[in-house]
């Protein structure tokens, strides 16, 4: 179904709570979308400061997340990063969606792909939600984080090849900061084996998994 949501289009919007989601839940499609000639927008609402090993510089995430995003192959000025404190974004509720607003009449987005209706992270809730409002207008996605959500209804599938998974492991190997902190669901072991679950239910090697809102076609 995101096959023949993106066929034509040309813009795509990819929406991540912190540094690092987007890459994380849908790497592998950013890789495969600028590899078909896509234009892929990422914008980022926290740097996640509070989430960097003790002595890190205050914007070290945000190195990384350019790094991470040149190895994906977005374009700097496609890129935007704000710096909501993490676990406060219900407080700068009405900040968000102006900024989802601006992003909008900005880009022009054909898709736009966000966090799931099931990701119980408080951040991630706010901003799918001020998302929703933003963008009900448009063909509208959700990718995984599952360490976060309690379930997930799969009703898309993006297929992945070798290098495009490839391409994510390198993208979030930028994470130094996070890789310090021993999260696990950096570990390039993971992230081979959550797509190979998700290929092995299309009959593919590799795929990535989204939620389908609306679909604009």
């Known amino acids: 179904m995101l096959a023949h949501a993106l066929n034509g289009s040309r813009r795509v919007l990819i929406i991540s709570p912190h540094t690092d989601d987007a890459e994380l839940g849908c790497g592998g499609t950013i890789s495969r979308l600028i590899a078909s000639g896509d234009e892929v927008w990422v914008a980022a609402f926290s740097l996640a400061k509070e989430s960097l090993p003790p002595g890190s510089a205050p914007d070290r995430l945000h190195g990384e997340f350019l790094c991470a995003m040149q190895i994906l ?3 700097p000025r496609r890129t935007f990063v704000h710096d909501y ?4 974004f219900s407080e700068h509720r009405q900040e968000l969606l102006d900024q989802l607003g601006e992003l909008r009449l900005r880009i022009l987005p054909d898709v736009v792909l966000v966090t799931s209706s099931t990701d119980v992270h408080q951040d991630h809730q ?3 939600n001020e998302a929703l409002r933003c963008f ?3 063909t509208l996605m959700c ?3 599952p360490w976060n959500s309690l379930s997930f209804t799969a009703q898309s599938f993006v297929v992945l090849s070798q290098e495009h998974l490839d391409r994510k492991c390198a993208a979030l190997q930028a994470y130094k900061s996070q890789i310090e902190l021993q999260r696990p669901y950096f570990a390039t072991e993971f992230i081979h084996g959550w797509a190979k679950l998700r290929g092995m239910q299309i009959r593919s090697e590799y795929a990535e998994a989204f939620e389908v809102v ?3 076609w």
């Open 126 to 128: 706010v901003v799918r």
């Open 214 to 216: 609306r679909v604009r």
């Open 85 to 88: 404190p993490v676990r406060h």
């Open 73 to 75: 192959g977005v374009e």
């Open 136 to 138: 009900k207008d448009n």
């Open 143 to 145: 990718y995984e984080l």
